[in-house]
Antibody
Framework: EVQLVESGGGLVQPGGSLRLSCAASGFTFSNCAMTWVRQAPGKGLEWVSSIGTGVTNIYYTDSVKGRFTISRDNSKNTLSLQMNNLRADDTAIYYC???????????WGQGTLVTVSS | EIVLTQSPATLSLSPGERATLSCRASQSVSSFLAWYQQQPGQAPRLLIYGASNRATGIPARFSGSGSGTDFTLTISSLEPEDFAVYYCQQRSNWPRTFGQGTKLEIK
């Protein structure tokens, strides 16, 4: 059974940092592209960042470039998102998603809530 | 950036009725379009990928069609569990983008 379990969310002040993690199991993690998608309270879905199977293929939405860093540890089946210089508009539930062989998001974690507020 | 526009924003129907949801792209995405369903308080679930392919375990009452810029998600006969929010998403270009969602509510 595929499982994606996010952790690391919480309340942080503007300008602060958080590191999100996603523990993956039930599939060959190293063979799958992975993605973070977020959802602000009461709003729609927003793609944040993706990482391919090889760490050279990394993409970010413009609003997080230079502030967020996606990474993966294939030895630990873990996806991470380092978030620095957080802003109020980064407040959202952050979902970890798995890409299938055609890069569609076929499995999603339950999400972790990040709240940026003073 | 490719903008996906979904319509209507809200669709009010009764169980047993047919639902037709639309997604229009600001430029061609070929068939690189997916549909997701999100129930309240839950993570999204992949329904349709490649514009017309049902994901694993998705009932046959869900179907997708279209290519280029105009796409449709059809639910042939609504079940109570189908009332949710639906999003389209393209993977033709970076950045990946989602539509703003269509809320399917019980009339």
């Amino acid at each position: 059974e595929v499982q994606l379990v996010e952790s690391g969310g919480g309340l942080v002040q503007p300008g602060g940092s958080l590191r999100l993690s996603c523990a993956a199991s039930g599939f060959t993690f190293s063979n799958c592209a992975m993605t973070w998608v977020r959802q602000a309270p009461g709003k729609g879905l927003e793609w944040v960042s993706s990482i391919g199977t090889g760490v050279t293929n990394i993409y970010y939405t413009d609003s997080v470039k230079g502030r967020f860093t996606i990474s993966r540890d294939n030895s630990k089946n873990t996806l991470s998102l380092q978030m620095n210089n957080l802003r109020a508009d980064d407040t959202a539930i952050y979902y970890c998603t798995k890409g299938d062989s055609n890069y569609w998001y076929d499995y999603w974690g339950q999400g972790t809530l990040v709240t940026v507020s003073s | 950036e490719i903008v996906l526009t979904q319509s209507p924003a809200t669709l009010s129907l009764s169980p047993g009725e047919r639902a037709t949801l639309s997604c229009r792209a600001s430029q061609s995405v070929s068939s690189f379009l997916a549909w997701y369903q999100q129930q309240p308080g839950q993570a999204p679930r992949l329904l349709i990928y490649g514009a017309s392919n049902r994901a694993t375990g998705i009932p046959a009452r869900f179907s997708g069609s279209g290519s280029g810029t105009d796409f449709t998600l059809t639910i042939s006969s609504l079940e109570p569990e189908d009332f949710a929010v639906y999003y389209c998403q393209q993977r033709s270009n970076w950045p990946r983008t989602f539509g703003q969602g269509t809320k399917l509510e019980i009339k």
